[in-house]
């Protein structure tokens, strides 16, 4: 699959009927997702990092594109990986890094250590990925304005909608404002001229419902990988707890 391709299943969706993409963090689980039938998958950087023992934030980049190329190698379907903040690569490195995987599209964020980073910074870099990667990167730039906060006095809609636009003038495919409440997804899908990525969490609404309000796509962070990691939790549990009555 292409980055083309993965392009195309953003557009054209109509209202409640998102691109919803799981978020696989291992071969296996990438396997159940596409034999289900999801046409792309969005590996969670949060996810992964569990699966291979570290915190998130925390994964060397080198264990990081390797578990996304296992990702990649397992399914017939397109696959996006999350790369944080882009681990410090220069953007021609990156790109070819990426591609090396197999993946076709990517996240890349605008905080580092917890911290926003300029907006016309990340839209200069931003603007290098798309020269480097050309049309074979589908580029989803996640807006960290509501997981880091906005400085007193800013209106976090308005510097989310602000930094959204310079994003895709910069050559972003897709802008993603984690976190966004639902309520703010109308405005923000209106007012930015990409297809809007939304979050989908098990305490909030459901991916046809932020479909409805305005996401063209949703994908889930690491709560698919946590909630896989509750049921094996309760099977070790159950195990114990038979061994317990032996």
Known sequence: MTASELLALHHGRTPGDPLVLPGPWDAASARVFADAGFQAL??????VAASLGYEDGETPAEEMFA????IARAVPVPVSA???AGYGLAPKELVERLLATGAVGCNLEDSLDGVLMEPDRQAD????????????????????????????????????????L???AAGADCVYPIGAPAESLPRLAAAVTAPLNALSRP?????????????????????????????VRG?????????REA
């Not at 798309?130 to 990167?137: F, P, W």
């Not at 459901?206 to 409805?212: A, F, Y």
């Open 125 to 164: 870099r931003l603007a290098e990925v798309r020269a480097v990667a050309g049309d074979a990167l589908f580029v989803n730039a996640r807006v960290d304005t509501y997981v880091r906060g906005v400085p007193a006095g800013t209106d976090q809609e308005a510097e989310t909608v602000r930094r959204a």
């Open 82 to 84: 999350d790369i944080e």
């Open 42 to 47: 969005a590996t969670p950087s949060a996810g």
């Open 166 to 168: 310079l994003y895709v």
């Open 203 to 231: 305490d909030g609404p459901g991916p046809r419902r932020l479909g409805e309000l305005g996401a063209a796509r949703i994908t889930f962070g690491p709560g698919l990988q946590r909630a896989a990691m509750t049921a």
């Open 67 to 70: 578990a996304v190329a296992r």
């Open 235 to 243: 099977i070790a549990d159950e195990l114990r707890d038979e061994l």
